[in-house]
């Protein structure tokens, strides 16, 4: 399968674009995974991604597009890790993604379409070359050279790294780490834990494991973000 994962949001042509742009070059299932990342926030995005990708088979690829530097020096890259591909700007939106693979192998892009637009990479440079590799070609096949001092980003695990559309606040910290009686503090506010929303009466706060095994700030009924006035890039505290 081939996975979209951009800031770009849901307006205007830019996701129809991007999909049109890689089935030209393969028939791979297109998933729009999500388009709403953290905006112009490569750090935080990639932590989202690295959890995402968890549901991800050896022979996927990931379209990964959050690149506020888009036009400039920055590199085009594909990096393989245990298996998967994610095609993207090196500004360390993929550093999330190969923490953890020592072996994980970086690969400058240096296949270049014609024309190029200043503006829209992910259409033009990233797409067509994932949908290459969704053909079976090999990155040298293509165009790249191996890259060996990709940037890296460093968004802290006790942080909100995203929210939602119900106000639901996401960190990085795996759930698996945390014990069901410690108590997460956020924007001064200490939270315990509960299995699911309906753990609480409607109007309170709680922690508990979401579907991607991260630890969420939410309110049963309400949204977490503006109730306790939180933003991505908040730190989170354990107890």
């Known amino acids: 399968m081939l996975f979209a994962f951009t ?6 042509p830019y996701q129809g674009e ?14 729009h995974l999500m388009h709403d990342a953290p905006r112009f926030q490569p750090a935080s995005a990639g932590r989202l991604l690295s959890a995402l ?12 597009v959050v690149d506020p530097g888009v036009g400039s020096a920055r590199y085009p890259v594909a990096v393989e890790s245990r298996g998967i591909w ?13 923490e953890t693979d020592a072996s994980a192998q970086w690969w400058e892009i240096t296949w270049h379409p014609a024309p190029l637009s200043s503006s829209f990479h992910g259409r033009d440079l990233f797409a067509p070359f994932a949908g290459q590799l969704a053909a079976g070609y090999s990155p040298t096949a293509i165009g790249a050279r191996p890259l060996y001092d990709p940037i890296q980003a460093h968004c802290p695990e006790a942080s909100i ?19 069901e009686d410690q108590t997460v503090t956020v924007g001064g506010r200490p939270l315990s834990h509960g299995f699911t929303f309906s753990s609480v009466p409607p109007g309170e706060p709680l922690w508990y494991c979401n579907s991607m095994g991260l630890v969420e700030i939410a309110i049963n009924q309400a949204s977490a973000a503006d109730s306790l006035q939180l933003e991505i890039g908040n730190e989170v505290s354990l107890t």
């Open 53 to 64: 990708s968890r549901q991800f088979l050896p022979g996927d690829i990931c379209l990964a």
């Open 161 to 179: 790294i995203y929210i939602d559309g119900y106000g639901n606040c996401v960190t990085g910290i795996p759930a698996g780490r945390l014990q």
């Open 86 to 98: 994610f095609v993207g700007p090196d500004n360390g939106l993929l550093s999330s993604v190969t």
């Open 7 to 12: 800031d770009f949001q849901h307006q205007g």
């Open 18 to 31: 991007l999909e049109a742009a890689a089935r030209r070059y393969s028939n791979q299932p297109f998933i």
